[in-house]
Protein backbone atom coordinates (compact mmCIF):
# COMPACT_ATOMS: atom_id res chain seq x y z
CA UNK A 1 0.00 0.00 0.00
CA UNK A 2 2.65 2.58 -1.15
CA UNK A 3 0.51 5.72 -1.67
CA UNK A 4 1.77 8.56 -2.84
CA UNK A 5 5.58 8.09 -3.76
CA UNK A 6 8.06 10.73 -5.15
CA UNK A 7 11.71 10.38 -6.48
CA UNK A 8 14.06 11.57 -5.55
CA UNK A 9 14.06 12.27 -1.88
CA UNK A 10 16.96 15.11 -2.14
CA UNK A 11 19.05 16.63 -4.74
CA UNK A 12 21.37 19.22 -4.98
CA UNK A 13 21.27 21.46 -8.23
CA UNK A 14 23.54 24.08 -9.62
CA UNK A 15 22.11 27.40 -11.12
CA UNK A 16 20.72 27.18 -14.68
CA UNK A 17 19.97 23.01 -14.81
CA UNK A 18 17.24 20.96 -15.25
CA UNK A 19 15.71 18.68 -13.83
CA UNK A 20 12.12 16.35 -13.50
CA UNK A 21 10.36 15.84 -10.34
CA UNK A 22 8.60 12.47 -10.13
CA UNK A 23 5.09 11.69 -8.07
CA UNK A 24 3.18 8.32 -8.49
CA UNK A 25 -0.06 7.37 -6.76
CA UNK A 26 -1.29 4.04 -6.83
CA UNK A 27 -5.04 4.98 -5.63
CA UNK A 28 -6.44 5.52 -8.64
CA UNK A 29 -7.34 9.32 -7.79
CA UNK A 30 -8.07 11.35 -10.53
CA UNK A 31 -7.07 14.89 -8.93
CA UNK A 32 -3.32 15.52 -7.95
CA UNK A 33 -0.92 18.49 -7.07
CA UNK A 34 2.35 19.89 -6.87
CA UNK A 35 3.49 22.35 -3.98
CA UNK A 36 6.01 23.44 -2.30
CA UNK A 37 6.83 24.54 1.07
CA UNK A 38 9.10 26.83 2.55
CA UNK A 39 9.92 28.24 6.24
CA UNK A 40 6.50 30.23 7.53
CA UNK A 41 5.11 30.16 4.43
CA UNK A 42 3.20 27.06 4.76
CA UNK A 43 2.44 25.12 1.55
CA UNK A 44 1.80 26.89 -1.94
CA UNK A 45 0.20 25.56 -5.09
CA UNK A 46 2.65 25.11 -8.02
CA UNK A 47 0.28 23.09 -10.51
CA UNK A 48 -2.55 20.80 -10.43
CA UNK A 49 -4.02 18.23 -12.64
CA UNK A 50 -7.69 17.15 -13.02
CA UNK A 51 -7.59 14.11 -15.18
CA UNK A 52 -4.72 12.29 -17.18
CA UNK A 53 -3.71 15.01 -20.25
CA UNK A 54 -4.90 17.68 -18.14
CA UNK A 55 -2.69 20.18 -16.08
CA UNK A 56 -3.12 23.85 -14.53
CA UNK A 57 -1.62 26.30 -12.84
CA UNK A 58 -1.79 27.27 -9.26
CA UNK A 59 -0.30 29.96 -7.19
CA UNK A 60 3.14 29.93 -7.84
CA UNK A 61 3.66 28.42 -11.68
CA UNK A 62 6.22 30.33 -13.19
CA UNK A 63 9.86 28.46 -13.52
CA UNK A 64 8.07 25.35 -13.18
CA UNK A 65 6.31 22.49 -15.74
CA UNK A 66 4.44 19.70 -15.34
CA UNK A 67 2.75 16.47 -17.44
CA UNK A 68 0.33 14.00 -16.65
CA UNK A 69 0.75 11.42 -19.35
CA UNK A 70 -0.42 8.78 -17.20
CA UNK A 71 -3.35 8.84 -14.45
CA UNK A 72 -1.28 7.54 -11.90
CA UNK A 73 1.79 9.86 -12.89
CA UNK A 74 2.06 13.41 -12.08
CA UNK A 75 6.08 15.58 -13.17
CA UNK A 76 7.40 18.58 -11.77
CA UNK A 77 9.76 19.94 -14.19
CA UNK A 78 12.52 23.13 -13.63
CA UNK A 79 13.84 24.04 -16.88
CA UNK A 80 16.93 26.25 -15.53
CA UNK A 81 16.95 25.81 -12.19
CA UNK A 82 17.14 29.06 -9.58
CA UNK A 83 18.32 29.83 -6.27
CA UNK A 84 14.69 30.89 -5.15
CA UNK A 85 13.63 27.08 -5.89
CA UNK A 86 15.45 26.02 -2.90
CA UNK A 87 12.45 24.37 -1.04
CA UNK A 88 10.91 21.14 -0.21
CA UNK A 89 8.11 19.89 -3.18
CA UNK A 90 5.61 17.65 -1.83
CA UNK A 91 3.12 16.08 -4.29
CA UNK A 92 -0.39 15.25 -3.51
CA UNK A 93 -3.47 13.13 -5.27
CA UNK A 94 -7.28 13.16 -4.29
CA UNK A 95 -10.73 12.34 -5.36
CA UNK A 96 -12.87 14.30 -7.52
CA UNK A 97 -14.50 14.86 -4.13
CA UNK A 98 -11.30 16.61 -2.12
CA UNK A 99 -12.39 15.16 1.06
CA UNK A 100 -8.59 14.48 1.80
CA UNK A 101 -5.46 14.94 0.45
CA UNK A 102 -2.94 12.22 0.36
CA UNK A 103 0.77 13.43 -0.10
CA UNK A 104 4.38 11.87 -0.41
CA UNK A 105 7.23 12.40 1.85
CA UNK A 106 8.74 15.19 -0.59
CA UNK A 107 11.63 15.81 -2.39
CA UNK A 108 13.80 18.36 -1.38
CA UNK A 109 15.74 20.38 -3.34
CA UNK A 110 18.92 22.69 -3.28
CA UNK A 111 19.76 24.92 -6.40
CA UNK A 112 23.47 26.54 -5.97
CA UNK B 1 -10.36 34.59 -3.17
CA UNK B 2 -9.67 31.88 -0.31
CA UNK B 3 -7.37 32.21 2.40
CA UNK B 4 -6.54 30.51 5.84
CA UNK B 5 -4.75 31.95 8.85
CA UNK B 6 -2.91 30.17 11.73
CA UNK B 7 -1.99 32.68 14.06
CA UNK B 8 0.10 30.99 15.93
CA UNK B 9 3.89 30.21 15.36
CA UNK B 10 3.97 27.90 18.36
CA UNK B 11 2.10 26.64 20.92
CA UNK B 12 3.20 25.19 23.62
CA UNK B 13 1.97 22.81 26.53
CA UNK B 14 2.18 20.53 29.18
CA UNK B 15 1.82 16.97 28.87
CA UNK B 16 -1.51 15.81 29.99
CA UNK B 17 -3.29 19.50 29.23
CA UNK B 18 -5.74 20.05 27.02
CA UNK B 19 -4.57 21.78 23.80
CA UNK B 20 -5.65 24.18 21.03
CA UNK B 21 -4.43 25.18 17.60
CA UNK B 22 -6.14 27.90 16.01
CA UNK B 23 -7.52 28.85 12.44
CA UNK B 24 -9.83 30.97 10.89
CA UNK B 25 -10.65 30.92 7.19
CA UNK B 26 -12.00 32.98 4.56
CA UNK B 27 -14.36 31.60 1.51
CA UNK B 28 -16.80 33.23 -0.44
CA UNK B 29 -18.98 30.26 -0.67
CA UNK B 30 -19.07 26.74 1.91
CA UNK B 31 -15.92 25.58 3.15
CA UNK B 32 -14.39 22.57 3.37
CA UNK B 33 -11.85 22.41 6.08
CA UNK B 34 -9.27 20.15 7.08
CA UNK B 35 -6.39 19.86 9.92
CA UNK B 36 -2.85 17.89 8.46
CA UNK B 37 0.16 17.21 10.35
CA UNK B 38 3.33 16.84 9.48
CA UNK B 39 6.61 15.23 11.59
CA UNK B 40 9.96 15.79 10.60
CA UNK B 41 10.80 14.47 7.22
CA UNK B 42 8.03 13.47 6.30
CA UNK B 43 4.39 14.84 3.81
CA UNK B 44 1.45 15.97 5.62
CA UNK B 45 -0.94 13.47 6.81
CA UNK B 46 -4.86 13.58 7.21
CA UNK B 47 -6.01 14.21 10.50
CA UNK B 48 -9.48 15.32 10.36
CA UNK B 49 -12.04 17.34 7.78
CA UNK B 50 -15.74 18.91 8.21
CA UNK B 51 -17.86 18.84 5.21
CA UNK B 52 -20.90 19.27 6.38
CA UNK B 53 -23.36 18.33 9.43
CA UNK B 54 -22.04 18.88 13.37
CA UNK B 55 -19.82 21.44 13.57
CA UNK B 56 -17.59 19.38 16.06
CA UNK B 57 -15.71 16.80 14.17
CA UNK B 58 -13.06 14.16 15.70
CA UNK B 59 -9.92 12.33 13.79
CA UNK B 60 -7.05 10.22 14.46
CA UNK B 61 -5.10 10.17 17.29
CA UNK B 62 -7.82 11.61 19.46
CA UNK B 63 -8.05 15.27 17.97
CA UNK B 64 -10.88 16.92 17.35
CA UNK B 65 -11.61 20.42 15.32
CA UNK B 66 -15.04 22.48 16.13
CA UNK B 67 -16.61 24.59 13.04
CA UNK B 68 -17.68 27.95 13.97
CA UNK B 69 -19.00 29.60 10.77
CA UNK B 70 -20.60 33.08 12.46
CA UNK B 71 -16.77 33.01 13.59
CA UNK B 72 -14.99 31.43 10.28
CA UNK B 73 -13.05 29.18 12.91
CA UNK B 74 -11.80 25.80 13.12
CA UNK B 75 -9.65 25.56 15.46
CA UNK B 76 -8.19 22.27 16.73
CA UNK B 77 -8.25 20.87 19.66
CA UNK B 78 -7.50 17.40 21.89
CA UNK B 79 -8.20 16.94 25.62
CA UNK B 80 -4.59 15.62 26.89
CA UNK B 81 -1.68 16.66 24.88
CA UNK B 82 1.01 13.68 24.47
CA UNK B 83 5.02 14.33 23.73
CA UNK B 84 4.38 12.32 20.56
CA UNK B 85 1.91 15.41 19.70
CA UNK B 86 4.84 17.34 18.94
CA UNK B 87 4.57 18.22 15.28
CA UNK B 88 3.56 20.89 12.75
CA UNK B 89 -0.21 21.40 11.64
CA UNK B 90 -1.89 22.91 8.76
CA UNK B 91 -4.95 23.76 8.95
CA UNK B 92 -6.77 23.89 5.17
CA UNK B 93 -9.34 25.25 2.97
CA UNK B 94 -11.00 24.48 -0.11
CA UNK B 95 -13.66 26.72 -1.27
CA UNK B 96 -16.70 24.89 -2.70
CA UNK B 97 -18.74 27.17 -3.62
CA UNK B 98 -15.96 28.72 -5.88
CA UNK B 99 -15.52 25.25 -7.77
CA UNK B 100 -12.43 25.13 -6.79
CA UNK B 101 -10.23 22.15 -7.23
CA UNK B 102 -7.61 24.22 -5.39
CA UNK B 103 -7.06 23.92 -1.10
CA UNK B 104 -5.09 26.55 0.49
CA UNK B 105 -2.79 25.79 3.43
CA UNK B 106 -2.21 27.83 6.30
CA UNK B 107 1.40 28.67 7.35
CA UNK B 108 1.44 26.11 10.11
CA UNK B 109 2.10 25.86 14.05
CA UNK B 110 4.50 24.00 15.76
CA UNK B 111 3.33 22.29 18.52
CA UNK B 112 5.58 21.47 21.47
CA UNK B 113 4.38 19.35 24.14
CA UNK B 114 6.56 19.45 27.19
CA UNK B 115 6.73 16.17 28.99
Known amino acids: NAGVTQTPKFRVLKTGQSMTLLCAQD?????MYWYRQDPGMGLRLIHY???????AKGEVPDGYNVSRLKKQNFLLGLESAAPSQTSVYFC???????????FGSGTRLTVV | AQSVAQPEDQVNVAEGNPLTVKCTYS??????LFWYVQYPNRGLQFLLKYITGDNLVKGSYGFEAEFNKSQTSFHLKKPSALVSDSALYFCAVRDIGGGGFKTIFGAGTRLFVKA
Open chain 1, 27 to 31: MNHEY
Open chain 2, 27 to 32: VSGNPY
Open chain 1, 92 to 102: ASSTTQGYGYT
Open chain 1, 49 to 55: SVGEGTT
